[in-house]
């Protein structure tokens, strides 16, 4: 059984920056895909990025060239650099990852706000 673990959420005021984090424990052998999704109030959840097992990296629109996803070689650590954060990308953020089943950590808030 995968468990994700995500820490480093918080208030930033618009234009700050985030490092978000994320701890994967169990069973990783058979993950071969890691990422990010969100899910801002009333809003279905969305994918922000995320990692193929070809370490293949795939951003959603509305976050190229400010956010960076990254793992460590060992797939326990992953991370999302958030840069020039703005209003609209206030919401909960979840680690994810997908073996033989789909594994969500329990999301941490990001308030963009001045």
């Known amino acids: 059984q995968v468990q994700l673990v995500e820490s480093g959420g918080g208030l930033v005021q618009p234009g700050g920056s985030l490092r978000l984090s994320c701890q994967v424990s169990g069973n990783i052998v058979s993950i071969n895909t890691m990422g990010w999704y969100r899910q801002a109030p009333g809003k279905e959840r969305e994918l922000v990025a995320r990692?193929?097992?070809?370490?293949?990296?795939e951003y959603a629109d509305f976050v190229k060239g400010r956010f960076t996803i990254s793992r460590t070689s060992g797939k326990r650590t992953m991370y999302l650099q958030m840069d020039g954060l703005k209003a609209e990308d206030t919401a909960v953020y979840y680690c994810?990852?997908?073996?033989?089943?789909?594994?969500w950590g329990q999301g941490t808030q990001v308030t963009v706000s001045s």
């Open positions: 994810h990852a997908r073996d033989w089943y789909v594994h």
């Open positions: 990692i193929t097992s070809g370490d293949a990296i």
